[in-house]
């Protein structure tokens, strides 16, 4: 009963000094491991597109094709096959080109990642999200008449820079007319100072004629 019993601890004793110790450790060891980001919606519709080409691949199984050409494949299985595969592969490959056509023709990389920037944007807002009222004559009136709005902004801007475009050519053109003027002014000008020079010259021949 002396020494050995002291070392006994009391099994509540034990376990209230451990608890928070090893729930601290089972927290840390969770909360140490970084949560994966979401996909992108790029990355999802390349997912999508290729768990598309793996469905059709196994529609269209090798066991379905040797059926279709039962008896070309009981004379030529390793031709059949060979013929499959590369059915098969470029039919895959031509689906990707296709569809790589459509996201560079309608810009679909840069589409997506612009929806998932705007959406990551939203989550940080604390203004809550447009709902429709349930009255459908207030939801388009809400949603068209700031768009309206807008656009008659704009249109009087470009009406202010037409105006402004229309004054200064009319400006070139009473510029022009002016000089015009002037120019017909010198013209009739230099046309009576010609006549009256040659006039002069005609007399004074005449003069110098007459003696003979």
Same mark, same amino acid.
């Given at each position: ?101 459509? %996201?560079? &023709?309608? +810009?679909?990389? /840069?589409?997506?990642?612009? @929806? ?5 944007? *939203?989550?940080? =807002? ?35 820079? %037409?105006? &402004?475009? +229309?004054?200064? /050519?009319?400006?070139?053109? @009473? ?5 015009? *003027?002037?120019? =017909? ?28």
């Amino acid at each position: 009963m002396g020494g050995g019993g002291g070392a006994v601890e009391r099994p509540d004793m034990a376990a209230a000094r451990s608890g928070p110790e090893e729930e601290e450790e089972a927290a840390g060891g969770d909360g140490g491991s970084p949560v994966p980001a979401a996909p992108g919606r790029a990355q999802v519709f390349t997912t999508v597109v290729d768990t598309f080409l793996e469905k059709l691949v196994a529609a269209g199984s090798y066991q379905r094709f040797a059926n279709c050409y039962r008896c070309f494949y009981k004379l030529q299985p390793e031709m059949t096959r060979s013929i499959y595969d590369q059915f098969i592969s470029q039919l895959q490959a031509s689906i990707k080109e296709e569809i790589q056509e459509v %996201k560079d &023709e309608g +810009n679909l990389e /840069v589409l997506f990642n612009s @929806l998932d920037k705007i959406v990551e944007e *939203a989550k940080d =807002q604390e203004e809550p999200a447009w709902r429709p009222s349930g009255i459908p004559e207030e939801d388009v009136r809400s949603a068209m008449v700031p768009y309206l709005l807008k656009h008659r902004s704009y249109l009087r801007k470009v009406l202010k820079e %037409k105006e &402004e475009e +229309n004054r200064k /050519v009319a400006e070139s053109v @009473l510029v022009g007319r002016d000089r015009i *003027a002037e120019l =017909q002014q010198l013209i009739e000008a230099r046309k009576h100072a010609w006549q009256a020079i040659s006039k002069e010259q005609r007399e004074l021949i005449r003069t110098f004629r007459e003696p003979q």
